[in-house]
């Protein structure tokens, strides 16, 4: 097995009280140290989504 890419994310949830007990959510880049905050789960799911649909395309343009 050969890896291309390699991604290490540290991730941080936590509740909020008072808030409809929702998860809040930190994405810290570990090589970068670039860190993302997101207001629930759903936000975090759909930016990982979004971000493995945008290395998926650079993967394809990479083969051509």
Known sequence: ??????????LRLW???GDGN???VHLENVETG????FASLD???EYLQNL?????????????
């Open 1 to 10: 097995m050969v890896i291309e890419e390699y991604r290490a994310y540290l």
């Open 22 to 24: 929702q998860w809040r």
């Open 43 to 45: 936000k975090l799911i």
């Open 52 to 64: 493995n649909a945008k290395e998926g395309e650079t993967i394809g343009q990479k083969e051509m």
């Open 34 to 37: 670039e860190l993302k905050g």
């Open 15 to 17: 509740r909020v009280e």
